[in-house]
């Protein structure tokens, strides 16, 4: 590095110089195509209104869910066994069946002066320096967000090499949706006002691009990853700014969502046509994470609606997955595997907390918290995961010499995997809130040792980037060592094996910019009030910039291992909802989205926590993100200024050119 090496916390000059520069602001992309397509090629859907369509609770009726009478169910023995847990949850009355919300642990380090970005009311220099860091981890994102604009505005995603638009969520605009709540906590309400004209116009029926998040347009939506982005996103906006938009677009949103939980055993399909919700044919499997990561979002829209159906869709999967999937005899204690038969309660795939099974165990901490406590059983169903973790996943990996690592590795029940996934470094940061939450004091060592495996993971490699997957030799694997001839044909143990460093069995290599690890590093500073892990994480943002910063954004990588690294042109809407969310706030004052106001979902949309006994208020929070009275208002008519603006749901601009183009 003759410009300055990233691993040492150096930005090259270069690099430097862009985030350094004013970012201009500029409308969004206005094309000039013309939009008069026939009279009937397409009837928009818009015209959903609270009044008509939303639910006819009120946000008080949360606080008294026994007052809701339990929906109607079409099931036949013996699935419509299922009764909500009203017995232990908030009511009018008094809350005399559990204490306060209150009265819930602390998650957050008890800084002493969290106004400051140090934390610390002495120490005026690293004030100065998270300043710094954080204003160019803003211009960053505003890099970022403005090559969007001016490039793939209403589209899922710009293409952060070419500058082309990629429409693989839906083509609702999932980059827009899910930076909702990144471009207010960053301090930007005139780009939150353009984004959400935008959000006013979606239509959910009109599903375009030319692919799915999993393959070819089919007219199905991928309901998980449409929950984490477009649910989560507006919820979110919601509890920050009080915009009530973001509250009825959520809902009927939700409301569209819905019959992908109508299905014998209450575990939701994974993929699902809004205009065509029947279900003749169940799936036959499902993927944990998708089945049970939905909890967050919909316990929320249940909190701040009145609306208890949305909760009871999720709670029946919770208990359908905990107390019915029992079948298997190698089930491995509280640990799920990868995906489950639910009719027929069985399962199979490799028991882990990565891929496809990841958010599952994220959301029982968080749901938890989001609780208040107020249900015992998410607290013991996160603590029996975590020590059926101790015993079967998580191990000390001693091959890297001088380097003793602690990783979540995966199981089949037979055999063990020593495996370090991108998607798992998250468990650092859910095992420390699990254990302040949860009074589970040694679990804190565990979160802080296998984050520090997950930074590891980064300041090894060339580029100082993590990839996605590495597999480590275990001590006794026959293979490790290479075997050396000597004189005589006789052999001996020669050196030990490993590549690209010593003890690593293989890599994949490629680098997505996934944000697991930077939020595990945000959670341990956060909880621990330990300054070495800005340190660490500005280490890792350097690096970041060094390798995938372009023209139009920040790049995926194809090998983390060599420089210069190969970029590939990919930049999904997480990196705006996640990745630069998590590094921001790493250098940003702690009470900025407090960890103990906020719970963030797994596609970090922070949700506002029970407070004085009642669930959280939207728009009253500490802070006050968001002021209807000061909405940007375009300079001229000529002006586009981020959306149609006609009937709500009546179709965004990038919908009305797809249509416009299909019909050509």
């Not at 642990?105 to 610390?120: A, E, H, I, K, L």
């Not at 939207?618 to 603006?645: C, I, L, N, T």
Request: charged share 20%.
């Amino acid at each position: 590095y003759k410009d300055g090496d990233p691993h040492q916390g150096v930005i090259p000059p270069a690099q430097l110089n862009m985030l350094e520069r004013d970012i201009p602001r500029k409308a969004p992309m206005l094309s000039t195509k013309p939009l008069a397509y026939p009279s009937g090629r397409y009837e928009s859907h818009g015209g959903w209104s609270r009044a008509s369509n939303g639910s006819k609770t009120r946000i008080e009726d949360a606080m008294d869910p026994d007052a809701q009478p339990l929906d109607r169910d079409w099931r036949p023995d013996p699935y419509n066994f299922w009764k909500p847990p009203k017995f232990n949850m908030p009511h009018s009355r008094g809350f005399t069946r559990k204490p306060a919300a209150s009265t819930m642990p602390r998650v957050q380090f008890p800084f002493n002066d969290p106004t400051r970005f140090s934390g610390d009311s002495n120490d005026k220099a690293r004030d100065a320096v998270n300043e710094k860091r954080r204003r160019l981890v803003r211009n960053a994102f505003l890099h970022s967000w403005e090559a969007y604009k001016a490039n793939a505005w209403g589209h899922d995603e710009v293409r952060p090499v070419s500058g082309e638009f990629s429409d693989s969520f839906n083509g609702w605009g999932a980059t827009i949706v899910d930076a909702l709540d990144t471009l207010l906590i960053m301090d930007l309400p005139g780009e939150y006002d353009l984004a959400r004209q935008h959000v006013y116009d979606i239509d959910f029926h009109f599903v375009g691009g030319s692919r799915s998040a999993y393959g070819s347009s089919d007219g199905r939506v991928p309901v998980f990853e449409t929950a984490i982005r477009y649910l989560g996103g507006f919820l979110s906006a919601y509890d920050l700014s009080g915009d009530t938009l973001m509250r009825d677009r959520a809902e009927e949103l939700a409301q569209l969502i819905l019959p992908a939980f109508e299905t014998m055993t209450g575990v939701p399909i994974g993929r699902l046509n809004l205009n065509k919700p029947g279900n003749p044919f169940p799936p036959s499997s499902v993927i944990v994470a998708e089945a049970a990561s939905m909890l967050v979002e919909m316990t929320r829209l249940w909190q701040v609606t009145g609306n208890r159906t949305y909760f009871d869709k999720v709670q029946r999967t919770t208990d359908w997955l905990q107390y019915n999937m029992t079948g298997s005899p190698d089930r491995l204690g509280a640990l799920l595997p990868s995906t489950i038969f639910p009719e027929r309660g069985t399962m199979y795939g490799w028991y882990s907390w990565g891929g496809m099974i990841d958010s599952a165990f994220e959301y029982l901490i968080k749901e938890h918290q989001l609780l208040g406590g107020r249900l015992d059983q998410y607290g013991k169903f996160f603590a029996d995961s975590v020590d059926s973790a101790h015993r079967w996943l998580l191990r000390g990996i001693n091959s890297v010499p001088n380097t003793p690592l602690l990783v979540m590795g995966q199981s089949n029940g037979r055999s063990y995997t020593p495996k370090l996934e991108h998607l798992t470094c998250f468990t650092g940061g859910s095992i420390g809130m699990g254990a302040k939450l949860l009074s589970r004091k040694n679990d804190l060592d565990i979160a802080r040792r296998v984050t520090e495996a997950c930074y590891w993971a980064y300041n090894s490699t060339e580029t100082g980037i993590g990839p996605e997957e590495i597999t480590f030799y275990r001590d006794k694997d026959i293979d490790r060592f290479e075997v050396a001839t000597l004189t005589g044909g006789t052999s001996r143990r020669g050196r030990p094996r490993g590549s690209p460093v010593v003890g690593v069995r293989s890599v994949s290599p490629d680098y997505r910019n996934r944000p697991e690890t930077i939020e595990s590093v945000f959670y341990m500073w956060r909880i621990t009030g330990d300054p070495q892990w800005q340190e660490r994480g500005w280490q890792m943002f350097c690096s970041w910039v060094t390798h995938s910063m372009t023209k139009h954004g920040f790049a995926a990588i194809s090998n983390v291992l060599h420089v210069p690294a190969m970029l590939y042109d990919s930049m999904e809407s997480y990196v705006f909802a996640e990745t630069f969310k998590y590094y921001y706030l790493l250098f940003s004052p702690p009470n900025l989205i407090s960890l103990d106001e906020y719970v963030f979902s797994t596609e970090a949309h922070p949700l506002l926590l029970p407070k004085n006994g009642k669930w959280g208020q939207p728009g009253q929070g500490s802070r006050k993100f968001w002021d209807p009275a000061m909405v940007h208002v375009p300079a001229s008519a000529e002006e586009y200024s981020g959306g149609e603006m006609g009937t709500v749901g009546g179709l965004t601009r990038a919908q009305k050119h797809f249509i416009y183009e299909t019909w050509q």
